[in-house]
């Protein structure tokens, strides 16, 4: 009781504030002569006229800090007037004459009237977000009857409301959108009381708590409906019934507790995310329902939602809930019966559910994307020929999988599995030469290791090493990723066969690379990636691969790189973090013409034993993004240099100085040697003179 007071306060200090402006202007254009006529009919006391006068002062002066903008300071695009961010209380004076649409958003209009929008009435669309409307002019918009799109969002309008009054007809807008106003349940009475060409309503980020049965009444074409971010609590029965055209619906992030009964037929799009749903059950009926995205994700759901008997839903998201069970009650007897024949989309994520039987999915044949990712999935199969025969994304990744099998003939189309944080130990050798159109495999964070390639591994008698995956002559499969697999090797000839475009090796440490571990990937493979793998040496000839543009070697013991001995492709070279000294000249040749990005930081380089890399990369003929850690070290200097700051004159002036320290050392040698030789000959000649006096 006391706030609506106090609004209702803040209301009528507002009204007399608008109609001071008008005596303003009289008092201004009577001069300073001029004395100010008045109406012997009006009354006032002694104190009123104080009062009056008070209002009249406090409302004139932000009036004259702030004078009518000029159109100068808007942008004119045709017949469209933009006047965003620019501290204006009302529109321009001189407005085009034709002028239909005008963008007033991010100023500081505080009444909106007539004499706000230059007395226009030809707007077709007009912008008032974020401005500081608490009052508005009833009936203002009754002669703008081409008025289509009206924006009211971010504004003061629970002040207007509390004069429970109405802002009058809208009978041309289609749009409106009156979110974030600090609207509560029955505010939005006043401004849909008379909108019947309105389609699209937004009331976004208000505060209210109940959806009337009555409450779009004055509204009945409305076709969307956004009250995302209110708090509501309650539906009253019959709410939206009545709007028969109603497509599109979204309750999201409120406080709905339960769906009971969900009868709108016509309804396409219907958003309850983030809501505190338990259930949500559709009414016994065998009308055909138009529902054909439901998004129930982020609420508290124990089970399955009760559909629809007749849908046509081809999107469906119950991520994030607390499903159990594929159950659509926790009866496991008499269990409806799913209908899900149009199903295109089915989101199961972030759940606790454990098994999901294969019955489920008889009833959604045409089934493209299916995500059950971070569950507790223990177990996963298809062995029937007839289930998912649509299906082009399976994600399992983040379960709990021991077993997972696909049978003959079975996932014809699937494209993308994900497969990644199962800690997978075990599957069927060949069970992903069985997906013929498979092109993108996730297999990070599992313990499986890479059978050798055998030619004979088809022959029913020959014995496969155990316990290891065949990566061989999967003929669609471009993108395959095994970082955190704990993999020792990787062996001779182990994707021949297999087009990859990307190949994933990182984060193995130990990892064996045979120098034809690649081989059958010259002309395909594009990425390598083999990060954190304490790698030493590496023993395969990248340029042998043809395609290769982007490698990534960062994060090992590399004290050196294997002398290539072709032209490279590569463009972007990820070489940080390693034991490098040198790079190899002929190295830094093969990737002279190719090279556009290298990575260097954080390795012990030589200043002057690398300056035909750090030449290319002065030249900016190749980029390096970690320049700022990419040193090296001079005997002269005490600390690291920054590899852009080494010059050629550094590394002479090194040599000169060697050369001289060389040839000081040489002569120091020969005149030792001198001095000993000339002593030896006195001593010869003394011993030859004491032999001829005797």
Not at 93 to 119: A, H, K, Y
Not at 148 to 157: A, E, G, Q
Not at 321 to 333: P, Y
Request: charged share 15%; aromatic share 6%.
């Amino acid at each position: 009781m006391w706030k609506q007071e106090s609004a209702e306060r803040s209301f009528w200090l507002v009204v007399p504030l608008s109609i001071s402006e008008w005596v303003c202007e009289d008092v201004k254009s009577a001069g300073s002569g001029g004395a100010l006529k008045t109406n012997h009919k009006l009354k006032v006391s002694t104190m009123a006229a104080f009062q009056l006068l008070f209002l009249l002062l406090v409302s004139c002066a932000p009036t004259s800090a702030h004078p009518p903008g000029h159109l100068s300071q808007c942008q004119i695009v045709q017949k469209d007037v933009l006047c965003s961010n620019q501290s204006l209380q009302s529109a321009p004076v001189n407005l085009p004459p034709d002028v239909q649409m005008l963008d007033l958003s991010r100023n500081q209009v505080q009444n909106l009237t007539q004499e706000t929008l230059g007395f226009h009435t030809g707007f077709h669309r007009l912008n008032l977000h974020s401005n500081k409307i608490h009052f508005i002019q009833p009936r203002l918009f009754e002669n703008m009857t081409d008025l289509r799109v009206l924006d009211l969002s971010r504004n003061h309008l629970n002040v207007f409301a509390h004069s429970k009054t109405s802002v009058g007809s809208l009978k041309a807008v289609e749009s409106l959108d009156l979110s974030s106003n600090g609207l509560y349940t029955g505010m939005s009475d006043y401004f849909l009381t008379d909108s019947p060409s309105l389609a699209n309503l937004s009331l976004n980020s208000n505060s209210i708590t109940k959806i009337a049965h009555n409450m779009f009444r004055g509204s009945l074409s409305v076709q969307k409906i956004s009250l995302h971010n209110n708090v509501i609590l309650e539906i009253e029965d019959g709410a939206f019934e009545s709007l028969q055209l109603l497509t599109e619906l979204d309750l999201s992030k409120n406080s709905i507790t339960c769906i009971n009964d969900f009868d709108l037929y016509n309804l396409e799009v219907f958003n309850l995310s983030k809501n505190s749903l338990e259930t949500f059950q559709s009414v016994s009926s065998d009308n055909l329902f138009q529902l054909l995205s439901l998004d129930l994700s982020e609420n508290k759901m124990l089970y399955f939602p009760d559909l629809p008997k007749k849908n046509k839903l081809e999107y469906l998201n119950i991520s994030r809930n607390q499903l159990h069970t594929t159950n659509v009650t926790g009866n496991h007897e008499n269990q409806p019966v799913l209908k899900l024949h149009s199903l295109k989309y089915l989101d199961m994520s972030y759940n606790q559910l454990k098994a999901i039987p294969e019955s489920f999915f008889f009833s959604m044949p045409s089934l493209e994307v299916l995500n059950v990712s971070n569950n507790c999935i223990q177990t996963f199969s298809v062995s029937h020929f007839a289930l998912l025969k649509k299906v082009r994304v399976i994600n399992l990744s983040s379960n709990s999988l021991q077993s997972l099998t696909f049978g003959e003939n079975t996932l014809q189309l699937l494209k993308k599995l994900f497969l990644q944080g199962n800690k997978l130990t075990v599957l069927d050798h060949q069970i992903f030469q069985r997906l013929p159109s498979l092109r993108h495999l996730h297999l990070q964070q599992n313990n499986l290791q890479i059978c050798p390639y055998e030619p004979k591994l088809k022959d029913q008698n020959h014995q496969v090493p155990p316990d290891c995956v065949a990566f061989s002559s999967v003929h669609n499969l471009h993108f395959l990723y095994l970082s955190e697999n704990s993999l020792q090797t990787v062996p001779v000839n182990a994707f021949v066969d297999t087009p990859l475009k990307l190949l994933d090796l990182s984060l193995n440490p130990g990892l064996d690379l045979h120098k034809d571990s690649l081989s059958g990937l010259e002309n395909s493979l594009i990425h390598l990636f083999l990060r954190e793998n304490n790698i030493s040496s590496l023993n395969t000839d990248l340029s042998s691969l043809r395609s290769l543009k982007y490698v990534d070697l960062s994060t090992n013991q590399l004290n050196s790189l294997k002398m290539w001995n072709k032209e490279s492709s590569i463009e972007s070279l990820n070489l940080r973090n390693n034991n490098l000294v040198t790079l190899d000249h002929h190295t830094i040749l093969a990737l002279e013409r190719s090279l556009k990005t290298l990575y260097m930081g954080s390795n012990p380089l030589s200043c002057c034993d690398n300056l035909s890399i750090f030449r290319l990369v002065q030249q900016s003929a190749v980029v390096v993004p970690d320049i700022a850690t990419a040193t090296c070290f001079h005997e002269e200097y005490s600390e690291p240099v920054n590899i852009q700051k080494v010059t050629q004159e550094m590394c002479h002036q090194a040599d000169v100085t060697n050369y001289v320290v060389a040839v000081v050392v040489t002569l120091l040698v020969a005149m030792i040697l001198l001095g000993l030789l000339i002593k030896c000959c006195r001593l010869r000649r003394r011993k030859h003179n004491r032999s001829f006096n005797a």
